[in-house]
């Protein structure tokens, strides 16, 4: 599977594109993305096996709002059932992919709190217990080394997993490869283009900021999708299909490799 590398400025590329795509049918697009986070929200809500349902929904819902990504980029008939299609193709490697999902947060979460030992577990106690944000900067600031430690690592394997995650529903939905393979090719696909995922992510960060001065919460609604849709982009660039339409919203002008 080819593998391109592309230069700071597609990072900004990515987001525009994606935007022209939401564009074909913004309320589609926008519904489409409120659609898929309303159930994996709703999966988090039920009793016992909830957490465990929602985890395993997030892969085939991305997958099925990339489908429906590629609907409007191909300017075909698209509709909100087009979200489902996670369910109908590759849906056990799908769900294979949500598995090492969690297993990747457990795995971060054990080893904060192995790292950070009771200090730890207090600063959790205190984040869980109390919304007032001066609090939690003294705890923040007077946390040992240790806890200082945990949360840096946790971070650090995280920020992995996201990179080795992002991209691999895409890439079994679309390219039938296996899990392991997926995300094999979403770390390195990431890697070799960290300057404008870079970019693209301070824009996004932009772009949040801007957005959420609108009120009634407006702004998050449209941020989902266009971080979706601008994934959507920034896979297409990345990891070409061996099917390419001429019909294309992405930006193919080879001349903005790096």
Not at 29 to 48: E, H, N, Q, R, Y
Not at 213 to 227: C, E, R, T, Y
Not at 242 to 248: A, F, W
Request: charged fraction near 10%; hydrophobic fraction near 55%.
């Amino acid at each position: 599977m080819e593998i391109r590398k592309f230069n700071a400025v597609r990072g900004w590329l990515w987001i525009q594109h994606g935007a022209q795509l939401l564009l074909r049918n913004p309320l589609l697009g926008i519904g489409g993305a409120l659609t898929s986070i309303f159930v994996v929200l709703i999966a988090t809500m039920l009793p016992l096996f909830g957490p465990l349902l929602a985890v395993a929904l997030m892969p085939i819902m991305l997958a099925g709002y990339m489908r429906l990504c590629r609907a409007l980029e191909e300017n075909e008939k698209a509709d909100l059932a087009m979200l489902l299609a996670g369910f109908k193709l590759h849906t056990r490697s799908l769900i294979t992919l949500g598995a090492f999902l969690m297993l990747g947060m457990l795995f971060a979460s054990t080893v904060m709190v192995f790292v950070g030992g009771e200090g730890f577990a207090t600063l959790m106690d205190q984040i869980h217990t109390t919304d007032d944000v001066q609090l939690l900067v003294t705890a923040l600031s007077s946390a040992d080394s240790n806890v200082s430690l945990a949360l840096l690592l946790g971070f650090s394997l995280v920020m992995v997993l996201i990179v080795a995650w992002q991209y691999a529903p895409i890439l079994v939905f679309f390219s039938g490869i296996s899990p392991w393979l997926a995300l094999q090719a979403s770390f390195l696909g990431t890697l070799r283009n960290i300057i404008p995922y870079t970019v693209y992510t301070l824009v996004m960060q932009l772009v949040a900021l801007v957005l959420g001065i609108l009120p009634f919460g407006l702004g998050m609604i449209l941020l989902l999708p266009l971080g979706l849709a601008s994934l959507y982009v920034s896979y297409r660039n990345i990891f070409p299909w061996l099917d390419e339409s001429p019909h294309k919203v992405v930006d193919q002008d080879e001349q903005g490799r790096a």
